[in-house]
């Protein structure tokens, strides 16, 4: 028997939502077929399956959010009994199994070395026992805090320590007060709280970015542990607490409606909140005639290098922001908090802004700069194609430097666009319109859009941003200087 554990399929994910599977107990599957399909942060993934065998057990249902590491299914290849399946009555038998496999063992003095790891599928498999906790010494303080929040009950045998199960996915609502601990003056003991809280260091920088104790917030996940959704339930219950209860008023017709926030929106959420409240933006705005653009995508198209192309705007725009890039360097950069040091990169993965059924994808175009027209053209193609069809994969949306975003194709001029983290600078193309324009002292309709550029002002300043925008307009203005200065 064999169980094939949640990988991590992006950089760094720490969960993932089962969305469909592709099998069910008594299937027979083999090494490499796809099994299932998950959300994670950044796009839907098919999973393979390493083993070869017949499934005995679905660990996750679908909808369910599942932490990397967790075992999502067990595979009988003919080495032990099968387990039984999800839904025959062993939910709570899982359960327990899963929280027993968490309980910290102390090690045995003449306990062998640990095995080596067994040759598996690429990015598949965890290092043995990485679930397990270290014991904790008990604090002084543990006795008072534990009488202090628990009922009087019978104590627990040594031989069999009490293990939580695994709490049921809908959480309740949070509490006012949940804990209750021994009150103290130094910070000593407000540190010994806060480093008592079982959370996941993810877990702990989005407490820290929205302000929130964690040492108050009152935990659901498996063993006492705080979720992402502890926290946001935390701050929902200050704001609710800060409000005041408005007047009854009659239900509106057509009543409410409520979307839960996971996967991709979930994410784009988060890093959005981070880049607007970490990165100090600047928007500058550019109005630009860009008549010479739209003749030259007329031309483009009835070239034969481009018939089995899309060629639009965006295509030109594209080419003059890695044209601008070159002759900028510093644009095309990112601010290193940690080391306090700019890192300029001298490649381009151009950042394609896209809107889906799913959310906001950012996918990019790597090694831009190194690309021809035509290729360009087929890349920027080939990446909306695939993000409208569900397909973008982690590694297309990771390692971007600089980003495009067309709000022109909403109908819409311009817009103040966030940075995607990491980055430095994102321009918003605008709406192509006919707008009168001053030409040789005389006034004759031209094709006219906006141009708007965020950067990070602390990487770059203002006269660099100006620059950068005023060389990108040139470009579409007349495309030849793409060719002077490329």
């Known amino acids: 028997m064999k169980e094939f554990k949640l990988p991590d399929v992006g950089e ?28 994670t942060a950044k796009a839907v993934v098919e999973l393979p399956c390493p083993f070869e065998g017949v499934v005995a057990a679905l660990m996750a249902d679908e909808g369910e959010t599942v932490d990397v590491g967790r075992p999502i299914i067990s595979v009988d290849d003919g080495s032990g009994p099968a387990a039984p399946a999800v839904g025959e009555g062993t939910a709570g038998a899982r359960a327990q199994a899963l929280a027993e496999d ?7 003095a003449d306990e062998p070395p640990a095995e080596k790891r067994q040759p598996v599928l690429v990015g598949y498999g965890v290092k043995p026992g990485a679930a397990r906790r270290r014991p904790r010494k008990p604090s002084a303080a543990s006795p008072a805090t534990s009488s202090a929040v628990a009922p009087a009950a019978p104590a627990a045998s040594p031989a069999a320590p009490a293990v939580p199960a695994r709490p049921s996915p809908a959480r309740p609502a949070p509490e006012p007060a949940v804990r209750e601990t021994p009150p103290t003056d130094s910070a000593a003991g407000s540190a010994a709280r806060r480093a008592a809280v079982l959370a996941k260091p993810p877990v702990r920088k989005l407490a820290k970015d929205l302000g929130v104790d964690l040492a108050t917030v009152p935990p659901t996940g498996p063993h006492g542990t705080i979720t992402r959704e502890d926290v946001h339930a935390a701050v929902e219950a200050v704001a609710d607490a800060g409000r005041t209860a408005p ?21 784009t959420a988060q890093a959005m909140t981070a880049s607007a409240f970490t990165a100090p933006h600047v928007t500058e705005f ?42 900028y360097p510093m644009i095309n950069s990112m601010w290193d908090e940690a080391a306090q040091e700019i890192v300029v990169k001298h490649y381009v993965n151009l950042g394609i802004a896209a809107a889906t059924p799913r959310g906001l994808l950012v996918p990019n175009v790597k090694n831009a700069h190194e690309l021809s027209l035509p290729d360009l053209a087929r890349a920027i193609g080939s990446l909306a194609e695939t993000a409208r069809a569900g397909r973008t994969q982690p590694a297309e949306m990771s390692g971007g ?14 817009g103040t666009p966030i940075l995607n983290p990491g980055e430095s600078a994102i321009l918003a193309f605008g709406q192509v319109r006919d707008l009168p324009w001053v030409v040789d002292g005389q006034v004759v309709p031209r ?13 770059i300043d203002g006269e660099l941003g100006s620059l950068f ?18």
Not at 16 to 35: F, L, S, T, Y
């Open 12 to 39: 760094g994910l720490t969960e993932a939502e089962i969305v469909r599977w592709h099998v069910k107990p008594g299937d027979p599957v083999k090494v490499n077929q796809v099994i299932v399909e998950i959300e």
């Open 247 to 267: 007047q009854a008023v009659p239900a509106a017709r057509g009543g409410e409606e409520r979307i839960p926030v996971k996967g991709v929106r979930r994410a």
């Open 286 to 327: 550019l109005q630009v005639d860009v008549t010479g653009t739209m003749e030259a995508v007329t031309r483009l198209r009835a070239l034969p290098d481009f018939a089995e192309v899309k060629v639009s705007p965006l295509l030109l725009v594209a080419k003059a922001v890695l044209v601008a890039a070159r002759r």
């Open 401 to 414: 430097t600089i980003t495009i975003t067309n709000v022109g194709v909403f109908g819409v001029d311009a």
């Open 102 to 108: 968490m309980v910290p063992e102390p090690a045995a």
């Open 447 to 459: 094709r006219v859009c906006t141009l708007a550029l965020s950067f990070d002002h602390r990487v």
């Open 469 to 486: 925008l005023r060389d990108v307009g040139a470009m579409l203005e007349d495309p030849l200087r793409m060719l002077a200065w490329g």
